[in-house]
């Protein structure tokens, strides 16, 4: 409950008896901007989204699209957009909170605003230019690769190529890990000093005051983190579109080509009902969130 | 109260509506280009032109500059004509022309379309409502039957060649697509999009099952073959369009043949030799891309001013040879004056519609150099029933080749 600082906001009001009302119509007011953009950019479209996937191409009600979703290669593509957005958010997110842990803790002033400004510029970076600029650095004939090449290694000696979903993901760190410092900086800001400098004069070591103290406090933050680079990366379409022609099946790349391709045609519909999993995914992927922001309140209260 | 208000709304809209209409409509005020269906019943080719020189402005919609060479055909329209040509998303598909139709409002509608077979089997099939306007240009004669609604509201207007295009300093030079499997062109081949998205691609794939002992009804060597291409390191996924071949991603690529000049000319700027050939294995041709008028163009005389002029087999003089005093002359001088559409596609190394008819007649200009179909070359063709049965086959394998 947020009632204290709607009284601050408040507070001659808050002192009568029967505000109540006033509040809460002050409260209703000023939620209603976000509850209609909510209604216009979220409700309305996954509604439509929901509703035509259950449709053919007539508008008759059929449960078809979901069947063929079901089946290959769109189970691949499932697979494969899951792999690619845990794998690259939990090697996106563990260096992120190491570099957001010794910022936030050891960094100077400067320093701190030096690479926050530099991760928001870098975590805003994505789709076609983000793949040009690694397809120039890194391809076959890339400035980087012809840098390291003169320094006698060679990225392209073994089976390695950028266009593959090992390329994707090393292409996502480049905006993952700075929006992860971005996101989780403020968590680790949250850890006082003190509560270490307490911690140690109970006598708890360093290791016993990160396992009792430190990483549960860190934890619920760290996944939820995960989850928001998770998101990033499932649901990332115009980067993996540019760097791999089709050839790894990804969902978001599957509903490109069923809504906007000049082969596939009328099959709309089905790209509605892989949009519909992808909502269910995203929902699934909440619940390991919910359950432990649900224990972490509990003892922050 | 809120009834009454609507009854004003709609009083207000009618009257802008039927503003607007006055204003577009044309000094002759007894022709409604927008239901006129060839050029007799738009009163001659004189009435036609000042009626769409009126207008200003045409809308098109997804013509890249170097697509076919309709930046030559844009150019000289509005060079002779002085009509505007707005080009709405010149990259975009075809599933984007129609759905730009379907939701755009009045002033943005295209008032002409050039989409793909498989994207005009989604608006013509039955109990489809018909969304564009019939109309007949003076060629109609001439454009194959198979590629044309009788009533006159599709009709093809060229379609291309699968080429190999290549780095000059690829070594050796590629030949034939069987040439790809050649271990000196390790992560150099590539595609100019995803064969399940572009048609170009998907043709590719094609293309490259006719050299591999495929047919137009089997499409699984060609599908084999990049399988091999991928697994042997030569293909590289990356998108073969102009810039990724700048910055030496991929090259060697397959591309329709009417993409070759722009593409060379794009590639000197970037300071490189690119090549065109066509595959001595294969000589794949594409189905015609489809033009129509649509039924709500904000500009109907324009749009078929537009049409007769794609259409047109004259040989005529290009966009730089156009003088001052030609856009005096008459509309139907001025037209008989420039070089007509056909002859355009030709020049860009496309195979106009018309291409037959024009042979017979020896209207037809010399394409390109260097894009000669091999001598006794079979040219393959597939239908579009059969390249709707390859597509399921490229579109359940491709993803996890």
């Given amino acids: ?301 | 109260m809120r009834a009454k208000r609507l009854v004003a709304l709609a009083v207000a809209a009618v009257s802008v509506v039927s503003m607007s209409v006055a204003v577009a409509a044309p000094s002759s005020a007894a022709t409604n280009f927008c239901t006129v269906t060839d050029l007799k019943t738009a009163g001659g080719m004189d009435a036609l032109v000042a009626a769409a020189k009126k207008e200003g402005t045409l809308n098109v919609i997804t013509l890249p500059r170097d697509w076919a060479n309709y930046g030559e055909a844009m150019d000289l329209f509005t060079k002779a004509f002085g009509i505007k040509i707005v080009d709405d998303n010149p990259d975009g598909s075809s599933a984007y022309e129609l759905q730009t139709i379907a939701t755009a409002p009045a002033a943005k509608q295209p008032d002409v379309v050039d989409i793909g077979v498989s994207a005009l089997n989604t608006v013509t099939g039955a109990g489809r409502p018909s969304i564009f306007a019939p109309y007949k240009v003076s060629t109609w004669n001439h454009i194959p039957n198979v590629w044309k609604d009788p009533a006159g509201a599709w009709y093809g207007d060229y379609s291309g060649i699968i080429a190999l295009s290549y780095d000059s300093t690829v070594s050796p030079a590629p030949t034939k697509i069987s040439d790809l499997t050649n271990p000196a062109y390790k992560g150099m081949v590539a595609l100019g999009g995803d064969p399940t998205a572009a048609q170009m691609s998907f043709l590719s794939v094609f293309a490259a099952a006719i050299a591999k002992g495929g047919s137009v009804t089997n499409i699984q060597p060609g599908l084999d073959f990049f399988k091999t291409l991928k697994s042997n390191g030569n293909f590289v996924a990356v998108n073969g369009n102009g810039e990724n071949y700048a910055a030496g991603a991929y090259k060697i690529s397959l591309s329709w043949n009417f993409n070759a000049p722009g593409a060379i000319a794009s590639a000197k700027k970037a300071g490189k030799t690119l090549k065109f050939v066509i595959p001595t294995d294969a000589v794949l041709q594409g189905t015609p891309y489809i033009q129509a008028i649509n039924k709500k163009a904000p500009h109907c005389a324009a749009a078929r001013l537009w049409e007769e002029f794609l259409y047109s087999e004259n040989k005529g003089i290009t966009s730089a040879k156009v003088t001052a005093a030609d856009k005096k002359l008459s509309g139907s001088k001025l037209f008989a004056k420039i070089m007509g559409g056909q002859n355009i596609f030709v020049s860009g190394g496309a195979t106009p519609i018309n291409a037959p008819a024009m042979i017979k007649a020896k209207s037809i200009i010399d394409g390109p150099e260097g894009l000669n179909i091999p001598k006794g070359a079979k040219i393959v063709q597939p239908n579009p029933d059969q390249q709707d049965a390859a597509k399921k086959l490229v579109v359940a394998q491709w993803p996890t080749l």
């Fill in chain 1, 1 to 301: 409950m947020n009632q204290p600082e709607i009284s601050t906001l408040d507070r001659k009001g808050a002192s009568k008896r029967g505000t109540l009302s006033g509040q809460s119509l002050g409260l209703i007011l000023g939620v209603l901007p976000l509850v209609a953009f909510m209604g216009v950019f979220f409700f309305w479209p996954l509604w439509s989204v929901l509703w035509s996937s259950f449709e053919d191409n007539f508008g008759a009600f059929t449960l078809k699209n979901f069947e063929v979703a079901l089946g290959e290669p769109y189970r691949t593509a499932f697979s494969n957009s899951i792999t690619l957005g845990l794998i690259s958010a939990i090697t996106s997110a563990i260096p992120g909170a190491i570099i957001a842990y010794i910022i936030e803790s050891r960094g100077s002033q400067k320093l701190r605003q030096f690479i926050a400004s530099i991760s928001s510029v870098l975590s805003t970076t994505g789709g076609v230019p983000l793949a040009f600029m690694f397809i120039a650095a890194y391809g076959a004939e890339g400035s980087a690769t012809a840098l390291l090449r003169a320094f006698g290694i060679n990225i392209y000696a073994g089976s390695f190529t950028l266009y593959s979903l090992a390329g994707v993901i090393f292409v996502y760190s480049y905006f993952m890990v700075p929006t992860m410092v971005i996101v989780f900086s403020p968590a680790v800001h949250g850890i006082r000093r003190e509560w270490q400098e307490a911690a140690k004069n109970l006598g708890a070591t360093t290791a016993q005051f990160w396992r009792r103290v430190g990483i549960p406090l860190l934890f619920p933050s760290f996944i939820s983190s995960l989850l928001l680079l998770f998101a990033a990366a499932f649901s990332a379409y115009a980067t993996a579109r540019a760097m791999t022609s089709g050839s790894v099946a990804l969902v978001p790349l599957m509903i490109g080509n069923l809504v906007d391709g000049n082969v596939i045609n009328d099959q709309m519909n089905l790209g509605k009902a892989l949009a519909m999993g992808m909502v269910i995914v995203s929902l699934v992927a909440m619940i390991p969130y919910l359950l432990i922001q649900r224990r972490a309140s509990r003892w922050q209260q």
